[in-house]
C-alpha cells in the first residue's frame, strides 16, 4: 500500500537519505532500526512531506507523487490517511488533552463537535486518559503526553501510523506505559511504521524489520532474519551495541 | 488662580492624547502583523525593505522619526498631487504608527519563532492548512510569548506620545507647558505632579488589560506552578 523508491534527501551539503527503497504492505508492523543519525527520522517525515526529498517517488494506494514535482493536493492527501507520533510528542501546548484529541476532527475533517467530542473519548479511554481529559500539557507527564499523542493519532483513523521513537524522551518508569498502549495499537491490525531503540520490543510486536544504516535500507527482513541472523557485520555490530545498552 | 483649575485644563487635552495613542495602537498593530508575516515567511526583496522599516522604527530616536513624518508626509502629498492637509496631529498619528509598528513586529517576530518546531510539524502532519496551523495552534502559543513584550510596546507608546508636543500637536504635555507659560510658571512642580499621574494611570490601565489576557492563556499553568518555589526563594533570600 506504501512505496517509497530511491528517496534522496540532503540539508545543505550532507546527504541523509541516499537513495531509500521500501515498501510496506496493509497491516505489516514494520520497525525500523538503526544507529542515531542515518535518517530514520527523516525517512518517517519523507512519508507525509514534512521533510522534502530531492529525489524519488512515493505511492500510497492510487496515490503517486513524484518528488521533484510534490504537489500539493497529493501531499494533503497522504497526510489526511496517515498520522504520526512524535519523539517529543509534540501535543498543541494551548489545548486540553481532549482539545487536542478533537481539534482535527473538527478542523480538518470537518466533524460536528459533538462527533468529534464522542470519537476523542473512546480513543482517551482506549489509551487510558479518561481522567486526564481537562489537563493542560504542562500538567502532564511524559507517558501521558505520549499517550495524548497516540489518541490524538488514532483519532484521525489513519490506514497508516507513523511512530518516530515514542518513548526515547520518557523516563525508563512511564516506558511500559506507552509500549502498552503501542502494543494494542499495532495488534489492532492498523499498518504502523516505528522507529524504535526497544530491540526487544521491536522482535515482539513485528512482522517485519528494517535496518537503516548510513541514509540506506541496509537489511530488511523477518525479526527472526535480522535478529538471529544478522546478514552482515555492521547490523551485527548495531544489535550487539543495543542489546549490550539494554 | 489656584492649582486645581489647571486640571480640568489639562485634562481637556487627554480625549486628543488617547485619540493619537489608539490610532498608533491599532495602526501600529496592522503594520506589525504585516510586517512581522513578510518578515517570517521570508519573501525575496520585499522582506529586506521590510527589515530596513523595522530597523527604522527601531533606532532612529522617536522624536527625530516625528519630524521625518511631519516634514516628510506633506513632501509625499505634494507628490502625489493632492494640496498639503497635513495636520501635526495627523503626523504624529503617522509618525507614531510607524514607530509602534516597527517596535512590536519585533515582538511578534521572536514570540512566533519562540513556538516550538514540532508544533508546526504536529498540525502539518495532520493535514492543517496553514491559516488553521497559525488560527489554532501557533498563533495562540505565539500569543502567550509576546504578551508581555506587547505590556511594554505600549508603554513605551505612551511615553512616547509625550513627544508630539515637539512637532505641535496639542496632547497633554502641550498643554501643560501652555498652561505653565501663561500662569507665569507658578505651579510648575505641582502640573508636572498632575502630569505624572496621568501617564501612570494610562500605564496602569493598559498594563492591566495586558495582564488579564496573560492571566488567562492557557499556556500560563506551567508558569503558575514553576514560579512559586522562585518566589519562595525570593521570600528566603529578603
Ligand atoms: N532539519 C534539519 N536540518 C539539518 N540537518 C538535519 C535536520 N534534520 C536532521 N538533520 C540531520 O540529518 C541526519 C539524520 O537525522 P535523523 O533523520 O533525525 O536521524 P535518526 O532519526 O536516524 O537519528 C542527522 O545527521 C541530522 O543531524
Ligand atoms: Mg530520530
Known amino acids: 500500500m506504501l512505496e517509497l523508491k530511491d528517496v534522496k534527501l540532503s540539508y545543505g551539503s550532507t546527504q541523509v537519505l541516499n537513495g531509500v527503497n521500501l515498501s510496506v504492505k496493509r497491516g505489516d508492523v514494520v520497525s525500523i532500526i538503526g544507529p542515531s543519525g542515518t535518517g530514520k527520522t527523516t525517512l518517517l517525515k519523507c512519508i507525509n512531506y514534512l521533510a522534502k526529498p530531492s529525489s524519488g517517488t512515493i505511492a500510497f494506494d492510487q496515490i503517486r507523487m513524484d518528488y521533484q514535482r510534490a504537489d500539493k493536493t497529493a501531499v494533503q492527501a497522504i497526510r489526511l490517511r496517515t498520522a504520526m507520533v512524535f519523539q517529543q510528542f509534540n501535543v498543541f501546548k494551548n489545548m486540553t488533552v481532549l482539545q487536542n484529541v478533537m481539534d482535527p476532527l473538527v478542523v480538518v475533517q470537518r466533524k460536528s463537535t459533538d462527533e468529534a467530542q464522542e470519537i476523542a473519548l473512546r480513543e482517551l479511554e482506549r489509551v487510558g486518559l479518561t481522567p486526564k481529559r481537562d489537563s493542560y500539557p504542562s500538567q502532564l507527564s511524559g507517558g501521558q503526553l505520549q499517550r495524548t499523542g497516540i489518541a490524538r493519532a488514532l483519532a484521525v483513523r489513519p490506514d497508516v501510523i507513523l511512530f518516530d521513537e515514542p518513548t526515547s524522551s520518557l523516563d525508563p518508569e512511564l516506558v511500559g506505559e506507552v509500549l502498552k498502549v503501542i502494543k494494542d495499537v499495532t495488534s489492532s491490525g492498523i499498518t504502523s511504521l516505528l522507529v524504535t531503540h526497544e530491540m526487544q520490543f521491536a522482535k515482539n510486536i513485528s512482522n517485519r524489520i528494517v535496518f537503516m544504516d548510513r541514509g540506506v535500507v541496509a537489511a530488511d527482513g523477518s525479526p527472526a532474519d535480522i535478529f538471529d541472523a544478522p546478514s552482515s557485520p555492521r547490523l551485527a555490530q548495531f544489535l550487539q551495541s543495543e542489546l549490550a545498552f539494554q | ?238
Open chain 2, 1 to 238: 488662580m489656584d492649582v486645581s483649575a489647571m486640571i480640568p485644563e489639562l485634562l481637556s487635552a487627554l480625549p486628543l492624547t488617547l485619540a493619537i495613542t489608539f490610532t498608533a495602537l491599532i495602526s501600529g498593530f496592522c503594520l506589525a502583523l504585516i510586517a512581522t508575516t513578510l518578515r517570517v515567511r521570508r519573501v525575496p526583496l520585499i522582506s529586506h525593505l521590510v527589515d530596513l522599516y523595522v530597523s527604522y522604527a527601531r533606532s532612529v530616536p522617536v522624536v527625530l522619526q516625528l519630524f521625518v513624518a511631519f516634514y516628510g508626509l506633506p513632501l509625499l502629498v505634494i507628490l502625489f498631487g493632492a494640496k498639503d492637509f497635513i495636520s501635526a496631529t495627523m503626523a504624529a498619528m503617522v509618525g507614531l504608527s510607524l514607530y509602534h509598528g516597527g517596535y512590536l513586529s519585533e515582538v511578534m517576530r521572536p514570540a512566533y519563532l519562540a513556538v516550538d518546531r514540532g508544533q508546526h510539524d504536529a498540525a502539518d502532519s495532520l493535514g492543517y492548512t496553514f491559516r488553521q496551523k497559525i488560527s489554532r495552534v501557533v498563533g495562540p502559543q505565539a500569543v502567550h510569548f509576546a504578551l508581555p513584550g506587547y505590556g511594554n510596546s505600549i508603554i513605551y507608546l505612551i511615553h512616547n506620545v509625550a513627544l508630539v508636543m515637539y512637532i505641535g500637536a496639542a496632547d497633554v504635555m502641550a498643554t501643560a507647558h501652555l498652561i505653565m507659560e501663561r500662569d507665569y510658571n507658578q505651579f510648575q512642580f505641582e502640573t508636572y505632579l498632575v502630569l505624572a499621574v496621568i501617564y501612570s494611570l494610562m500605564c496602569l490601565v493598559a498594563w492591566l488589560i495586558v495582564r488579564f489576557f496573560e492571566l488567562r492563556s492557557p499556556m500560563q499553568a506551567p508558569e503558575a506552578t514553576t514560579t512559586t518555589p522562585i518566589k519562595n526563594e525570593l521570600l528566603a533570600s529578603v
